[in-house]
Nanobody
Framework: VQLQASGGGLVQAGGSLRLSCAAS????????MGWFRQAPGKEREFVAA????????DYVDSVKGRFTISRDNAKNTVFLRMNTLKPEDTAIYCC????????????????WGQGTLVTVSS
């Protein structure tokens, strides 16, 4: 199984980025997909998750209204659209796959990808 995240970069505060995570080696449409982030010196944090059908999404409170998670099961890809970015959003963002719905606990995710770095300057 491979989960490959991309789309990170350097952006000014107030700007936008769209992260992508391409999956292979698993039945993508059977998995909840999540995004997590880890800032320097901090623990990994749940950001967003989307159910296998896309019918349910969950977000951490700090990104509600600014970030949108979506997926394209035909392309085995999950996205994270990030608007109105803040310096505190700076982190390495990783995608992960889980077999349960609505999971925010990273220990319940079975597959993890490499991260992509997002840096938001003030």
């Amino acid at each position: 199984v491979q989960l490959q995240a991309s789309g990170g970069g350097l952006v000014q505060a107030g700007g936008s980025l769209r992260l992508s995570c391409a999956a292979s080696g698993l039945t993508f449409s059977s998995y909840t997909m999540g995004w997590f982030r880890q800032a320097p010196g901090k623990e990994r944090e749940f950001v967003a998750a989307i159910s296998w059908s896309g019918g349910r999404t969950d977000y951490v409170d700090s990104v509600k209204g600014r970030f949108t998670i979506s997926r394209d099961n035909a392309k085995n890809t999950v996205f994270l659209r990030m608007n109105t970015l803040k310096p505190e959003d700076t982190a390495i963002y990783c995608c992960a796959a889980a077999l349960r719905v609505g999971v925010k606990d990273p220990s319940l995710y079975v597959y993890w990808g490499q991260g992509t770095l997002v840096t938001v300057s003030s």
